[in-house]
């Protein structure tokens, strides 16, 4: 079974910090993904990586940046923390079966809730 | 912008009852996938879709994707207190590579 790990499940965090949440999946998955989950608002997402050390930009990038390094990890940091930012933050990794694009199964990760104060 | 909209936001049936809900995209989708999230759990995948009119069944759940592949459906016959949890459809626009998730539909089954 695929298996995504996130660093934290709850976090807290004061306004103006620099906060980094970590994800890593085991299964040797090119692609990487990370996504807000509000109220009302469902699922959007803020980054992806389709390989290391290249990244693109989702429907909601600003006020976030993200680090691929290695293949298993993918990081989102946040600059300088808001409170508009305080929401469930999820990761996902996909296979890239090649030719079809990002078509491929999206296996989530538990989650981290953040608390911006 | 692109947007998948989905219908009904909230739905509260007896347990027995059959439950549709509809996802519908303002951009033509390359495929269409559909999760379900439990209560404080996070998305699981259920299905894959890709053709035009397709129409997959897992048990009692089934899924069809629109011929314009711009909207998509999931029907459960027979809900059960099990079937609780957010439903949502996701998918790649044609063209443009945005991975879109719909808004949801979440689902009580009362006992």
């Known amino acids: 079974d695929v298996k995504v790990t996130q660093s934290s499940r709850y976090l807290v965090k004061r306004t103006g910090e620099k906060v980094f949440l970590e994800c890593v999946q085991d299964?040797?998955?090119?692609?990487m993904f990370w996504y807000r989950q509000d109220p009302g608002l469902g699922l959007r997402l803020i980054y992806f990586?389709?390989?290391?050390?290249?990244?693109e930009k989702g429907d909601i990038p600003e006020g976030y940046s993200v680090s691929r390094e290695k293949k298993e990890r993918f990081s989102l940091i946040l600059e300088s923390a808001s409170t508009n930012q305080t929401s469930m933050y999820l990761c996902?990794?996909?296979?890239?079966?090649?030719?079809?694009?990002?078509?491929?199964?999206?296996?989530f990760g538990p989650g981290t809730r953040l608390t911006v104060l | 912008g692109q947007q998948v909209m989905q219908i009904p936001q909230y739905q509260h049936v007896q347990e027995g009852e059959d439950f549709t809900t509809y996802c519908n995209s303002s951009?033509?989708?390359?495929?269409i996938q559909w999760y379900k999230q439990r209560p404080g759990g996070h998305p699981v995948f259920l299905i894959q879709?890709?053709?035009?009119?397709e129409v997959k069944k897992q048990k009692r759940l089934t899924f069809q994707f629109g011929e314009a592949k711009k909207n998509s459906s999931l029907h459960i016959t027979a809900t059960q207190t099990t079937d609780v949890g957010t439903y949502f459809c996701?998918?790649?626009?044609?063209?443009?590579?945005?991975?879109?998730f719909g808004t949801g539909t979440r689902l009580k089954v009362l006992a």
């Open positions: 996701a998918g790649w626009t044609s063209g443009t590579y945005k991975y879109i």
């Open positions: 996902a990794s996909s296979l890239d079966s090649g030719g079809a694009g990002f078509t491929d199964t999206q296996y």
């Open positions: 299964m040797d998955h090119e692609n």
């Open positions: 879709l890709v053709k035009s009119g």
């Open positions: 990586s389709y390989d290391v050390k290249m990244k």
């Open positions: 951009t033509t989708l390359s495929n």
